[in-house]
């Protein structure tokens, strides 16, 4: 029973901390992606941090450009700065869906050589904004 309440506590104090992560208009283009498929975290990390084929032999994976800390600035192949991915880092990022769908549609292509699935977007998402 003890364990229950503790449980209970935990889940009610860290909530809020994490919902106050996000600001509404990252909340809200979360969920016009998880309206078509819910995102998971878990799955989105594991994504993010895979490396895939199909694309661009020199991007393989999204950390090739964002490295393997989203909380850190990346770098593109020309060496230009990326600000760093996680919602946390930069509060701007996400917040805005043309310029999000325009960096899926880019990244995508050259990580996997085609349109990332609804799900797959999802699942970066919720990874990105729980950083």
């Known amino acids: 029973m ?18 106050a992560a996000q600001s509404p208009a990252q909340q809200a283009l979360y969920q016009s992606y998880a309206a078509q498929a819910p995102g998971d975290a878990a799955r989105g990390k594991a994504f993010f ?7 661009k032999p020199d991007t393989p994976s999204c950390t ?11 770098k593109t192949r020309a060496g230009k700065a990326i600000e760093p ?8 990022r996400f917040t805005d869906a043309a310029e999000v769908e325009k960096w899926f549609r880019r990244n995508c292509g050259d990580v996997l050589g085609r349109d990332c699935t609804a799900q797959e977007k999802s699942d970066v998402l919720a990874f990105l904004l729980s950083l």
């Not at 941090?49 to 694309?55: D, M, N, R, S, Y």
């Not at 090739?64 to 990346?74: F, L, R």
């Not at 991915?85 to 701007?92: D, E, F, Y």
């Open 85 to 92: 991915m996680a919602a946390s880092a930069t509060p701007k």
């Open 2 to 19: 003890r364990h229950i309440r503790f449980l209970a506590a935990l889940a009610a104090f860290i909530a809020p901390h994490a919902a």
């Open 64 to 74: 090739s450009c964002h490295t393997t800390n989203p909380a850190a600035p990346g």
């Open 49 to 55: 941090l895979g490396e895939h084929t199909g694309g």
